[in-house]
C-alpha cells in the first residue's frame, strides 16, 4: 500500500483551512447582514413614528393658529433631509414615509383629500428626487467656499425650499387631476400662509435634522 505524499497532505490541508474559513465568514456575514437589515428596519420605524408624531402636532397643535389647512413646518423639512442624509440610494424614502403617515392620518381622522394615495403618497416620493439633485448641484457650486456655512449648510437650505416647491406643485396637481372639491381654498391658503412658512421652515431646518440624523445612525 502507498504511503501518501506529505505534499499532498499539506495541500489538503490547506484546502480543508480555506474551505473552513470560507465557510465561517459566510456565516458571519449572514449575522452581520441580518443585525444590519433589523437595525435599519427599526430605525426607519422609529422614523416614521417620529414623523407620524409632528403629524399629528401640525395637525391639532397649529390648528389652533391657522385653522384646518395647517403648514407642514415640521413634517416637510423632515422628510428633505431624511431624503438626503442617505445618499442617492434613499433619495425617495423620506417622502414616501411623510406621504404614507398622511395617508394612514386621514384614515384616521377621515380627511377626504389625502385619502386618495396619489395625492398623499405618490407625489411627496418626488420630494426628496428634486431635493436629492439640487442639493447635489448646489453642493457642486459651492464646493470652494471658504465658509463652512457655504459649503456645507446652504446646499442642504437650498436643498429643502424646492424639496417644498416641490411637494406644493405636485401635491396641488393631483389635486387638481382628481378633481377635488377644496381646490380653491386650499390654494387660497397653501398660496397665502403655509408655502411660506414651509420654506422658512424647510430652510432652517432641514440642515438641523440631517446633522441629528447622521449623528444618530453612526451611534447605531
Known amino acids: 500500500m502507498a504511503t501518501p505524499s506529505p505534499f499532498w497532505d499539506g495541500r489538503k490541508q490547506i484546502y480543508i483551512f480555506f474551505v473552513d474559513g470560507y465557510s465561517y ?17 427599526a430605525f426607519y ?27 407642514a413646518i415640521l413634517t416637510l423639512p423632515f422628510a428633505v433631509a431624511l431624503s438626503l442624509f442617505k445618499g442617492k440610494g434613499k433619495m425617495w424614502m423620506g417622502g414616501l414615509i411623510f406621504g404614507a403617515c398622511s395617508f394612514f392620518l386621514a ?16 407625489p411627496r416620493i418626488f420630494i426628496g428626487v428634486v431635493a436629492y439633485f439640487v442639493y447635489f448641484i448646489s453642493e457642486k457650486i459651492l464646493k470652494n ?18 424639496g417644498i ?4 406643485v405636485l401635491t396641488l396637481t393631483m389635486m387638481w387631476a382628481f378633481n377635488s372639491a377644496e381646490l380653491a381654498s386650499v390654494l387660497t391658503v397653501i398660496l397665502s400662509v403655509n408655502f411660506l412658512g414651509e420654506v422658512i421652515g ?8 440631517k446633522k441629528v440624523l447622521k449623528r444618530v445612525e453612526k451611534k447605531l
Not at 465568514?25 to 428596519?41: G, H, P, Q, Y
Not at 384614515?107 to 405618490?122: A, E, K, R, T, W
Not at 416647491?165 to 406644493?168: P, Y
Request: with cysteine; charged share 15%.
Open 107 to 122: 384614515v384616521c381622522i377621515g380627511n377626504p383629500i389625502f385619502l386618495n394615495p396619489l395625492i398623499s403618497i405618490f
Open 45 to 71: 420605524g422609529v422614523l416614521s413614528a417620529i414623523m407620524f408624531v409632528f403629524l399629528l402636532i401640525e395637525t391639532y397643535l397649529f390648528k389652533i393658529f391657522f385653522g384646518n389647512f395647517t403648514p
Open 202 to 209: 424647510a430652510f432652517i431646518l432641514v440642515p438641523v435634522y
Open 145 to 162: 467656499a471658504k465658509n463652512n456655512y457655504l459649503k456645507e449648510d446652504l446646499p442642504v437650505s437650498i436643498a429643502g425650499v424646492f
Open 165 to 168: 416647491l416641490a411637494n406644493t
Open 25 to 41: 465568514m459566510e456565516n458571519r456575514l449572514e449575522v452581520i447582514m441580518e443585525n444590519s437589515k433589523a437595525r435599519r428596519i
